[in-house]
């Protein structure tokens, strides 16, 4: 897989935003040991790049309860908050692979949870003793100059959609717990509902029918076209 360069500046609404990707060796997460030394040698990767980047910031924000562990290890050094974001809609494998002691440690030096869903919160208070005020429910949002209503035929026909039909569409990775090919086999024999399916992977995905279209990953404008051709998402 083609890696992402070690450093690259964007301007994103008059803003610089500087994107540094470390470079460290990974050993997998099949064997524990070697799972945690791949997390520590990542850990001492990102230490030493925000070290060398010579960043002055308030917080540090972590998406998702892999790069908190990191985030917190730059916070502990340079005396910095902590704040997590967590979307897994499942990760008990992440609290398991981490000690109970360890895992309660790390939620009492973190300074804050932002969950994306009140089930999400309900998940963290149940595997840890944390003060709920320490989590905030905030759920994802969009780029609302990007995500806007469109034409909805006029899209059907820029992306070759049959214009009587019904229009379900899916976004998301093709993975058994987003369900795509739950929806697909509840479409199957209804000819008039066509379901459109976008997104990559390889564990859950739909086989092509008459009515079950797959159109892989797109870019985002695309997807707010498929998005506008729905009947339902």
Known sequence: RRLPPPLISENLGGSTITVVSPRYFSFGDRNPILFSLSYRMKEIAALRAYKNSG???DALYAHFLTSGRTALAIGEKFKLPVFVAHGESDFS???NR???GSAQKFYNDISG???VSSHIKRHILEH????????IV???GIHTSIF?????LEVRRQLGIPEEVIVVVFVGTMIERKGP???AQALQGLKHIHGYFVGKGKESVPEAGENIHLCGERSQAEVVEYLNSADMF
């Not at 840890?128 to 989590?135: A, F, M, P, T």
């Not at 806007?148 to 909805?152: F, L, N, S, T």
């Open 113 to 115: 949870v932002i969950a």
């Open 128 to 135: 840890v003793s944390i003060d709920q005020e320490k989590i």
């Open 138 to 140: 905030e759920p994802n």
């Open 98 to 100: 981490m000690a109970r």
């Open 148 to 152: 806007q209503p469109m034409d909805k």
């Open 55 to 57: 960043s002055s910031v």
């Open 93 to 95: 494998e992440q609290f």
């Open 181 to 183: 090919r739950r929806l």
